[in-house]
């Protein structure tokens, strides 16, 4: 499937990704990963690495998803946008959404965010995420936020 505002992470990508994921406006939401476990990640058939893009193929910054197969769930395990408040992040967490909701192996989307931010639970809500309860799931320190699909 082609995506509009998705591409593959290429090895030549990751210094973009490790800046961004490193720049203290981001890093404090952001668990950090060595650049040989972003590496790793391009090749695991578990994980997306997604450079998120403009439509004339501008870097705005990076999604990663992890399939949870017993769950049925896809993780977005991160994503970072150069530019806040543009409706990046917005346009690739819908484009994930969609290419989700068209899959027979996933039911949920869920995602967590470090240390209850209020901000940042607001904006997934008006995305279709849900606080969830999930103990299966629990991870201490974070909220789960889930979206059917």
Not at 113 to 142: A, C, H, M, W
Request: hydrophobic share 35%; with cysteine.
């Amino acid at each position: 499937m082609k995506y509009k505002y998705l591409r593959p992470t290429r090895e030549s990508d990751i210094d973009y990704v490790l800046n961004l994921e490193q720049n203290p406006e981001n890093a404090e939401h952001v668990d950090q990963w060595s650049r040989s476990h972003h590496i790793s990640s391009l090749s695991n058939p578990d994980f997306g690495h997604h450079i998120i893009k403009s439509e004339s193929g501008e870097r705005l910054g990076y999604l990663i998803t992890r399939e949870l197969a017993p769950s049925r769930c896809l993780k977005i395990q991160r994503i970072v946008v150069e530019s806040k408040g543009r409706g990046t992040g917005s346009a690739a967490l819908r484009e994930i959404a969609n290419v989700a909701s068209n899959r027979s192996d996933i039911v949920h989307l869920i995602l967590y965010v470090r240390g209850g931010d209020i901000g940042l639970i607001k904006f997934y809500r008006t995305l279709g995420f849900d606080i969830s309860n999930d103990e299966q799931l629990d991870r201490p320190g974070y909220t789960l936020l889930t979206m059917d699909v």
